[in-house]
Protein backbone atom coordinates (compact mmCIF):
# COMPACT_ATOMS: atom_id res chain seq x y z
CA UNK A 1 0.00 0.00 0.00
CA UNK A 2 2.81 2.32 1.08
CA UNK A 3 4.30 1.91 -2.88
CA UNK A 4 0.67 3.57 -4.21
CA UNK A 5 0.99 6.19 -2.36
CA UNK A 6 4.31 7.02 -3.56
CA UNK A 7 3.47 6.36 -6.73
CA UNK A 8 -0.44 8.39 -6.72
CA UNK A 9 1.02 11.71 -6.50
CA UNK A 10 3.28 11.41 -9.98
CA UNK A 11 0.62 9.64 -11.84
CA UNK A 12 -2.22 12.12 -10.97
CA UNK A 13 -0.49 14.59 -12.54
CA UNK A 14 -0.07 13.01 -15.59
CA UNK A 15 -3.70 13.04 -16.60
CA UNK A 16 -5.41 12.33 -19.73
CA UNK A 17 -2.89 11.40 -22.41
CA UNK A 18 -4.56 11.15 -25.21
CA UNK A 19 -2.63 13.21 -27.53
CA UNK A 20 0.44 11.67 -26.74
CA UNK A 21 -0.58 8.27 -28.26
CA UNK A 22 -0.80 6.87 -31.75
CA UNK A 23 -4.05 6.27 -33.35
CA UNK A 24 -2.30 2.83 -33.98
CA UNK A 25 -1.45 2.21 -30.65
CA UNK A 26 -4.53 3.12 -28.75
CA UNK A 27 -6.47 0.81 -31.23
CA UNK A 28 -3.20 -1.77 -30.19
CA UNK A 29 -4.21 -1.37 -26.87
CA UNK A 30 -7.75 -1.61 -27.06
CA UNK A 31 -7.20 -5.02 -28.45
CA UNK A 32 -4.78 -5.80 -25.37
CA UNK A 33 -7.45 -5.21 -23.30
CA UNK A 34 -10.31 -7.07 -24.88
CA UNK A 35 -8.84 -9.73 -25.97
CA UNK A 36 -6.41 -10.11 -22.82
CA UNK A 37 -7.89 -8.63 -20.22
CA UNK A 38 -11.44 -10.09 -21.44
CA UNK A 39 -10.04 -13.57 -20.88
CA UNK A 40 -10.42 -12.83 -17.47
CA UNK A 41 -12.86 -9.77 -17.17
CA UNK A 42 -15.13 -11.00 -19.37
CA UNK A 43 -15.13 -10.29 -23.24
CA UNK A 44 -17.47 -7.53 -22.62
CA UNK A 45 -15.33 -6.66 -19.55
CA UNK A 46 -19.01 -7.49 -17.53
CA UNK A 47 -17.15 -9.34 -15.38
CA UNK A 48 -15.85 -13.31 -15.28
CA UNK A 49 -13.26 -14.61 -13.17
CA UNK A 50 -12.18 -10.78 -12.59
CA UNK A 51 -14.26 -8.06 -11.72
CA UNK A 52 -16.50 -5.97 -14.20
CA UNK A 53 -14.50 -3.80 -15.81
CA UNK A 54 -17.48 -1.45 -16.96
CA UNK A 55 -17.84 2.64 -15.87
CA UNK A 56 -20.60 1.76 -13.35
CA UNK A 57 -18.43 -1.03 -11.59
CA UNK A 58 -15.34 1.24 -11.00
CA UNK A 59 -17.24 4.05 -9.80
CA UNK A 60 -15.09 4.34 -6.59
CA UNK A 61 -11.86 3.66 -8.14
CA UNK A 62 -9.76 6.57 -9.09
CA UNK A 63 -7.54 6.64 -12.77
CA UNK A 64 -4.02 6.87 -10.39
CA UNK A 65 -5.60 3.91 -8.91
CA UNK A 66 -6.49 1.57 -11.82
CA UNK A 67 -3.15 2.43 -13.79
CA UNK A 68 -1.53 1.29 -10.80
CA UNK A 69 -3.55 -2.13 -10.44
CA UNK A 70 -2.54 -2.40 -14.42
CA UNK A 71 0.73 -1.91 -13.97
CA UNK A 72 1.37 -3.61 -10.80
CA UNK A 73 -1.22 -6.15 -10.42
CA UNK A 74 -2.93 -7.65 -7.33
CA UNK A 75 -1.05 -9.67 -5.03
CA UNK A 76 -3.07 -12.82 -3.86
CA UNK A 77 -5.10 -12.62 -6.95
CA UNK A 78 -5.01 -14.06 -10.69
CA UNK A 79 -4.30 -10.27 -11.79
CA UNK A 80 -0.63 -9.78 -13.41
CA UNK A 81 1.09 -7.00 -13.94
CA UNK A 82 1.38 -5.34 -17.16
CA UNK A 83 4.54 -3.25 -16.32
CA UNK A 84 6.65 -5.21 -18.55
CA UNK A 85 4.21 -4.76 -21.51
CA UNK A 86 3.10 -1.35 -21.12
CA UNK A 87 4.57 1.86 -20.33
CA UNK A 88 2.99 3.84 -17.69
CA UNK A 89 1.04 6.68 -19.84
CA UNK A 90 -0.83 3.67 -21.60
CA UNK A 91 -1.88 2.02 -18.36
CA UNK A 92 -2.90 5.62 -17.82
CA UNK A 93 -4.73 5.93 -21.29
CA UNK A 94 -6.85 2.58 -20.58
CA UNK A 95 -7.53 3.56 -17.29
CA UNK A 96 -9.28 6.62 -18.49
CA UNK A 97 -10.77 4.29 -21.16
CA UNK A 98 -12.34 1.95 -18.82
CA UNK A 99 -13.84 5.02 -16.26
CA UNK A 100 -15.27 5.94 -19.64
CA UNK A 101 -16.42 3.09 -20.87
CA UNK A 102 -15.11 3.84 -24.12
CA UNK A 103 -13.53 0.27 -24.37
CA UNK A 104 -16.25 -1.86 -23.99
CA UNK A 105 -18.24 0.50 -26.71
CA UNK A 106 -15.33 0.13 -29.07
CA UNK A 107 -16.43 -2.08 -31.91
CA UNK A 108 -12.75 -2.93 -32.60
Known sequence: ?????????????????????SEDRKQ????????DCGSCHGMTLK????????????????VPFLQYT???GRTSTAMPPWKSLLTEKEALWIAEQLKEGKVAESQH
Not at 49 to 60: D, F, K, T, V
Open 47 to 62: GGLGPALLPENLEGKT
Open 70 to 72: ILH
Open 28 to 35: ALTHIVKQ
Open 1 to 21: MSQLLMVLPSVAKDTKVDDSL
